[in-house]
C-alpha cells in the first residue's frame, strides 16, 4: 500500500501510512466528527493509519474500534510532541503524510513528508500552522487531500 504524488517543478512524494492527532483534529470532544469514519474507511485502501492520543477524554478505543487505525498512546509522564515526533521518525518520516492541529503537533508536522495542519472548531496552533505544507478548515478535508493527490498537486506546487 502506498501513494505516489507528483508535483511539477517540485519535490515528489512517495507515501507509506498517515500518523493523525486524536483531539482536535478527528475528533471533538471525544467523539468523531461527522465524515471522518467513512473517509478513514477509504484511505486504509491505499495507506497505513495511525491515530495518536494521550486520550484526554477516555474514548479512543471505543471511537476507533471498527475503524482500521492502529491507535498509538503517549506515553506517560512523557512531552507529546517529543513523542509524536520519535514515532514518526521511527516509521520513516519522509513517506509518512502528518495531520494535527496543536502545539504538541508541531514537531510531528515538521517531521513528516506531508504536514497538514486541520483549523478545526478547537483552532489551530500558530506553531502548528508554522510547521504544516498545507492547512485545511477541517479533518475531512485532510482526508480528501489524501484520497484525491490532484488536489495536492495544486497546492503544492512550487
Known amino acids: 500500500m502506498s ?7 517540485g519535490r515528489g512524494l512517495h507515501l507509506e501510512g498517515v500518523v ?7 475528533t ?3 467523539r468523531l466528527i461527522p465524515g471522518v469514519a467513512a473517509a478513514l474507511q477509504e484511505l486504509a485502501a491505499s495507506l497505513k493509519l ?3 492520543t494521550a486520550d484526554t477524554f477516555g474514548t479512543a478505543k471505543s471511537v476507533f474500534a471498527a475503524l482500521p487505525v492502529e491507535l498509538v498512546g503517549i506515553p506517560a509522564g512523557k512531552p507529546g510532541a517529543a513523542a509524536k515526533q520519535h514515532f514518526i521518525c521511527s516509521l520513516g ?3 509518512h503524510a502528518a495531520v494535527g ?8 508536522l515538521a517531521a513528516a513528508g506531508l504536514g497538514i495542519c486541520v483549523i478545526g472548531p478547537e483552532g489551530a496552533h500558530r506553531e502548528a500552522l508554522a510547521a504544516c505544507d498545507l492547512v485545511v478548515t477541517d479533518p475531512v478535508a ?3 487531500l489524501l484520497l484525491n493527490p490532484r488536489r495536492l498537486t495544486a497546492g ?3
Open 20 to 26: 493523525f492527532d486524536m483531539n482536535g483534529t478527528l
Open 156 to 158: 503544492l506546487r512550487p
Open 142 to 144: 485532510a482526508l480528501e
Open 101 to 108: 492541529n496543536g502545539r504538541n503537533d508541531r514537531l510531528l
Open 3 to 9: 501513494l505516489e504524488i507528483t508535483i511539477p517543478g
Open 93 to 95: 518520516a519522509d513517506s
Open 50 to 52: 495511525y491515530v495518536m
Open 28 to 30: 471533538r470532544d471525544g
